[in-house]
């Protein structure tokens, strides 16, 4: 087993059991937006689809996924997190979702098995080299790969990155614009959309009833703030990668 590997199943399995992340889930609270973009989007394509989610944790998005209409193969790395998936397919007796434990790098499907590749925050765990030419394999002819990603040039963000070590693994390396060209060697089209800047402002009240409203205010000032000016793109917090295969 790689070290990278070993290193991300030990620290996923932690998560997954003890519920790390669960502490913190409010702070992330302003990705809601940004989250909604992205399932509002697979729910346009995914009908009746094959799709393959990678590093879908537990489970959730998976199942919501399939009651899209989507035939769902999920994957993680971490067997405790696959485990706690299919309990909860078993319970709901779903029959559009499949979960396996698999390393996102080394898929083990035939060429062209899915319309469709989504994932949350998983790519900046990864090899992009490695895993753009593992999903540009397994994707057909006209599919699509959706991602959403934290992005790492806003120096406030990378600030907490740093003071909170505990919450992510030594591998992580949130993308860069530069990673993103790689995509473009192994995909006919790459888009991005960008998300939360001012957003962040809205964190403190996240506990207040005035919270919503804000939190609309602050994403309609950053969509005018990237309209005007373009080149605060890059610190963006999050964005929306959609990439399409052609030939």
């Known amino acids: 087993m790689k070290k990278r590997e070993h290193k991300e199943i030990n620290f996923h399995n932690k998560e997954f059991t003890d519920r790390t992340r669960d502490k913190i889930s409010s702070y ?10 992205y399932i509002d989007y697979l729910e346009q394509i995914c009908g009746n689809k094959n799709l393959l989610e990678l ?9 919501q996924l399939s009651g899209f209409g989507a035939n769902v193969t999920s994957i993680d790395i971490s067997d405790v997190a696959i485990t706690q998936a299919k309990l909860i397919a078993e319970e709901n007796n779903s029959k559009k979702n499949t979960f396996k434990v698999m390393d996102v790098e080394e898929l083990n499907f035939k060429n062209g098995s899915f319309d469709i ?4 925050s998983i790519l900046h765990h990864l090899n992009l080299e490695r895993v753009f030419v593992s999903i540009a394999k397994v994707l057909k002819t006209g599919g699509k790969a959706v991602f959403l990603e ?5 120096p406030l963000i990378n600030l907490y ?4 070590p505990k919450l992510r693994t030594e591998d992580e390396h949130p993308l860069h614009i530069k990673d993103i060209d790689i995509a473009k060697k192994y995909f006919s089209s790459v888009q991005l959309h960008y998300f939360h800047i001012f957003t962040f402002f809205a964190i403190p009240f996240r506990r207040f009833n005035i919270f919503d409203s804000l939190l609309k205010i602050l994403y309609d000032f950053d969509t005018l703030l990237l ?16 990439l399409s295969k052609s030939k």
Do not use: D, E, Q
């Open 227 to 242: 309209k005007i000016f373009p080149f605060l793109k890059k610190y963006a917090w999050i964005g929306i990668i959609i």
């Open 117 to 120: 590749v989504c994932g949350i």
């Open 161 to 164: 990155r740093k003071l909170t």
């Open 55 to 63: 590093g879908c944790g537990p489970g959730y998005r998976s199942f």
């Open 150 to 154: 934290p992005f790492g040039h806003n």
């Open 28 to 37: 992330y609270s302003i990705t809601r937006i940004s989250t909604k973009f």
